[in-house]
């Protein structure tokens, strides 16, 4: 049985970058995935989604921009925007594996577990190391129903070789309004089913906001609704009504542990993932977590996987010396309009005893939405008694980079006085900055 330095469980953002520091260090590396080499994001998660999106905007902003003098007609063709993102999403393994062959790292393709506290098994094949990353990442929440293995989910999207002519969404959070919005753009019938709150992380009025322009594109919302069962194209509902279409479940992703046999190896867990300290360190010294399947402070989005998996490399080479930074998570729906958010909500700053004000500005008659003829941006900006921003939330054309400036000024704790001395090229979304605070 061969003995590695160190073994890594999976092969996206946070294995990529905890192998290539492992990699420099001289270690002698493994690394084992279940699927396809090169992780969710790029193969059939963000990267590919929004090359979709950009499609939806397109269409979106056409549309926004007619009673302009934006005149004709556009569409969009689901086979050839398919065609490309095969192309980008296919490629991904080949050059992951060509580039850790030529770091002398060894790969590994099956479904791996524990056999005891430093050994793993890969369909029978044996292999042990001194220490273990886990990056296995998350995996869909299955749709517990009679017929519920009917569903597709935002893992199978990408194989859809035709639109479908209705898509009933099942979810509430960034799939769902994401693949709605996808979906309806490209020229779908779309039914989004809610149960209970939309988007829980995201402030309420720019939730509220993004429903009401949901509806208004011809999304249908219904809420308080439950799927019961799937037979064939019929959808049956908690209140005995019934759609046809195609189902997508977008109930959310769950930890990818289940047939590790984590317990074998010492590893304690719970139903967020893989239980880990500041360091990313599991209940067995020698094994770290990092990514989505770790139970840290950080939501499961692809820049955070990657810093954990940095940090959990670095905390494996020198003993625990880097604990996970606290910095404010920014992130995005893709919706059309998209939303964005960094920092704390209203309700977090006030269940954390915080005093604030709260600054809202309607900014569709900014020159900036106006020329785009954008009339859902809005901002809420949430300033302590200190004068710095604690949270920033947005809705619009432009919050996706406007976020980035937010998260900017959390990060480096400037107050509303310094960003007020700063100079943006006009006219830009960055210039209307100052307004906002």
Known sequence: MKRYDVIIIG???????????????????????????????PQRGCDPKKMLVEGAD???????MQPLGVNGSLTLDWSTFKQRIDEYRFSIPTSKTQHWNELNIDLFQGEPHFVDADSIQIDGHEISAHQFLI??????RPLDIPGGEHAITSDEVFDLDHLPEHILIVGAGYVAFEFAHIFRRFGSQVTLLIRSQALKAFDRKVVNRLIDESRRIGIEIRHGVEPVRIDGDTLTLSDDSTLEGLVLNATGRIPSIERLHLDVGEVETNQRGIIVNDFLQTSN?????????????????????????RIAALNMLRGNTRPLPERPAPTIVYATPPIAKVGLTI???????????????????????????????????????????????????????????????????????????????????????????
């Open 347 to 437: 309700e977090e700053a006030k269940a954390k005893g915080i005093e604030f004000d709260v600054r809202d500005h309607e900014m569709s008659h900014f020159l900036t939405y106006e020329r785009i003829h954008d009339e859902t941006a809005f901002s809420r900006i949430l300033i302590d008694a200190e004068g710095h921003v604690i949270g920033a939330h947005l809705i619009g054309q432009h919050a996706p980079e406007l976020i980035n400036l937010f998260s900017f000024i959390i990060q480096n704790n400037l107050s509303h006085q310094h960003v007020k001395h700063l100079e943006f090229a006009y006219p830009t979304a960055a210039s209307d900055l100052t307004y906002l605070i």
């Open 58 to 64: 397109l269409i979106a902003r056409f549309k926004q």
């Open 11 to 41: 092969s996206g953002s946070a294995a990529s970058q905890a192998a290539s520091i492992l990699s420099d260090a001289g270690k002698e590396i493994a690394i084992v995935e279940n699927w396809t080499f090169g992780g969710t994001c």
């Open 285 to 309: 010294p020698d094994i770290y977590a990092a990514g989505d399947v770790a139970d840290s402070r950080n939501p499961a989005l692809t820049p955070f996987a990657g810093q954990e998996g």
């Open 135 to 140: 990056a296995s990442g998350q995996t869909p």
